[in-house]
């Protein structure tokens, strides 16, 4: 049974940081792409960012510069490192592994607040 599980989420005074990370089991890890999602109140569920498997990344032009992607093959692990965090980041935070065949599998999602 394939879990993506999501932890490192809470409440940041803007301008602070926090690291998601997002431990994968049941399943192959490094030969999939994987993804950062965000959803706010109100809105679609939107990109944040992504990592192929050969560890090429792309971003959301709204966090160019202050979020990094990264993975751990080893520990089955994907990481979103954020910084300078603003209210408007506030959101759930979702990861993702991307099937080629098939369903993608999501993760049940960590809570974002930026609130002073």
């Known amino acids: 049974q394939v879990q993506l599980v999501e932890s490192g989420g809470g409440l940041v005074q803007p301008g602070g940081s926090l690291r998601l990370s997002c431990a994968a089991s049941?399943?192959?890890?490094?030969?999939?792409?994987m993804g950062w999602y965000r959803q706010a109140p109100g809105k679609q569920r939107e990109l944040v960012a992504a990592?192929?498997?050969?560890?090429?990344?792309n971003y959301a032009d709204s966090v160019k510069g202050r979020f990094t992607i990264s993975r751990n093959n080893a520990k089955k692990t994907v990481y979103l490192q954020m910084n300078s965090l603003k209210p408007e980041d506030t959101a759930v935070y979702y990861c993702?592994?991307?099937?080629?065949?098939?369903?993608?599998?999501w993760g049940q999602g960590t809570q974002v607040t930026v609130s002073s």
């Open positions: 993702k592994q991307d099937r080629p065949v098939g369903p993608d599998y």
């Open positions: 049941g399943t192959s890890f490094n030969i999939y792409n």
């Open positions: 990592i192929t498997r050969g560890g090429s990344t």
